[in-house]
């Protein structure tokens, strides 16, 4: 009897480690800072609804299919993909899809890097009081300034490397996990405590308006795939973090009760983080879709004409810094896990190399936003193109890959292996969505959206 409490016990800690370790690594900027911009510039409402339909339909089979890779392979995304397409009997072409997820989480990791440089820049604002009783106006300058200072941008996007490079390279994904358990919490508190306040302050209605109540005129073919692109981004999936992770799924529990889990904690703060940006937004007259800046200036404003605002407000980026590095952390594990792996080289130093690697990429991020601000390709700035590349078609092309693979090639006898616990509706349903469902789908939202703008592109 007692034997058997404490296994249950054993194992609701280790899923619950799992649980915490992979919300860490899909809670991040994605949530608090990029869900509500790409919101307000795609009409929200219609973006909203086609942002979660794309969760549940696509990007949660497509992270199960993820996780079951990782815990069949145990190994890095590339000698996973090598593993498990023998064992599929499937060509080793497979492992393009390790490849992919390598060069992906880089590219996502150098702007990543310099937008996690900005939440700890506003820590220090905030704690020097520069926001006190601060105009939109003001607000908005102080943004601008920080941008225009690449030195700047330079040193916090470094300092944010420098932590993750000491947390992956010391190993450290047991602390990792520990602290997203307690840090999980007290998002959710400030978050609440955080909407509330900005609704009693600024214009809920229309907030709530904005976001809940869908006007499909406003969703254009570009934003369906926009919507697309977040929930893989979100969700971390397409890069081989989740491969990693899921070389840590405990034994007999449930792989789509915990992802469930994981995906109903991302969503959840996303939307309490829109709840608290745009009541500040349009009570301000500010426009939703002001683009990557709406989070910074908004913010702050609202802390800055709060009660001890200085401290709540540092408090707020000190936590958007903490979920960046959970997640940052998850991006830069595929490629070094592959390279200390395939060269049998020391950790750290296979953690420095991309590292440096990042470092160098994020300069093109960091001149996007002041001396190169002037150059446009197809339209976008750098920094625009450089992460609707990598979330709207390297992440869900990384994702139809596994779908294919997953739903198509490895044996149903092994997947059912892997997900022993699951009812045999789940387990069908899953491997439907991921069949006829998921790739499909992705490649019908890309056809249906780039074709307009490739044609505008081209004449
Ligand atoms: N899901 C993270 C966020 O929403 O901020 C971003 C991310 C982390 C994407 C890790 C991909 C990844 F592998």
Redesign the pocket.
């Known amino acids: 009897m007692n034997n058997h409490y404490e296994s249950r016990r054993r194992g609701w800690r280790r899923s619950w480690s799992f649980v915490a370790a992979t919300t860490g690594?899909?809670?991040?900027?994605?949530?608090?800072?990029?869900?509500s911009y790409l919101a307000g510039e795609n009409g929200g409402a219609a973006f909203v609804l086609a942002y979660l339909i794309c969760i549940v339909v696509v990007a949660m089979p497509v992270m199960i299919a993820e996780v079951v890779l990782g815990s069949r392979g145990r190994s890095n995304p590339v000698s996973t993909m090598r593993d498990v397409s023998l064992e599929a009997g499937a060509s080793s072409a497979w492992q393009v899809i390790g490849w992919l997820?390598c060069i992906?989480?880089l590219l996502?990791?150098s702007y990543?890097s310099v937008i996690a440089g900005w939440g700890f820049a506003y820590i220090g604002k905030l704690l020097g009081g520069e926001f006190v009783a601060a105009s939109a106006q003001l607000s908005g300058d102080s943004f601008n300034s920080l941008l225009a200072a690449p030195e700047l941008l330079v040193q916090w996007q470094a300092l944010f490397l420098l932590i993750i490079l000491l947390v992956v390279a010391l190993g450290v994904r047991r602390g990792i996990s520990a602290a997203a358990r307690l840090l999980l919490p007290l998002l959710f508190i400030m978050l609440i405590a955080l909407a509330i306040y900005s609704s009693q302050v600024g214009d809920f209605k229309a907030a709530a308006e904005f976001l809940f109540k869908p006007d499909f005129s406003a969703l254009s073919q570009e934003a369906l795939l926009v919507a697309l692109g977040h929930a893989?981004?979100?969700?971390?999936?397409?890069?081989?973090?989740?491969m990693a992770y899921g070389a840590y799924v405990p034994d007999q529990r449930s792989i789509t009760g915990m992802v469930s889990t994981v995906v109903l904690m991302?969503t959840l703060v996303?939307i309490l983080a829109g709840l608290a940006i745009f009541p500040l937004v349009f009570s301000l007259n500010m426009a939703p879709a002001m683009g990557p800046g709406l989070m910074f200036v908004a913010m702050p404003y609202g802390f800055g004409n709060m009660i001890y605002g200085n401290y709540f407000g540092a408090l707020f980026f000190l936590m958007v810094s903490l979920?960046?590095i959970t997640?940052?952390?998850?991006?830069l594990?595929?490629a070094t896990s592959w390279l200390a792996q395939q060269f049998r080289w020391w950790r750290p130093a296979a953690a420095v190399v991309m590292i440096i690697v990042v470092w160098l990429l994020g300069l093109v991020t960091i001149f996007s936003f002041n001396i190169w601000q002037h150059i446009e390709v197809f339209g976008m700035s750098v920094f625009n193109l450089l992460d609707f590349v990598t979330?709207n078609l390297l992440?869900p092309i990384g994702g139809v890959l596994i779908a294919l693979f997953v739903g198509w090639k490895m044996r149903k006898e092994v997947l059912r292996d892997e997900l022993y616990v699951e009812s045999p509706q789940i387990f069908w349903l899953w491997r439907w969505l991921l069949r006829y469902i998921a790739a499909p789908g992705v490649l019908v939202v890309f056809l249906w959206s780039l074709y307009p703008w490739l044609k505008t592109q081209l004449v």
């Open positions: 690594a899909t809670i991040g900027l994605g949530n608090l800072w990029k869900f997820g992906a989480g996502v990791l990543y893989f981004f979100t969700l971390s999936i397409g890069v081989g973090a989740m991302d996303s979920a960046a997640s940052g952390v998850a991006l594990e595929p979330a992440l």
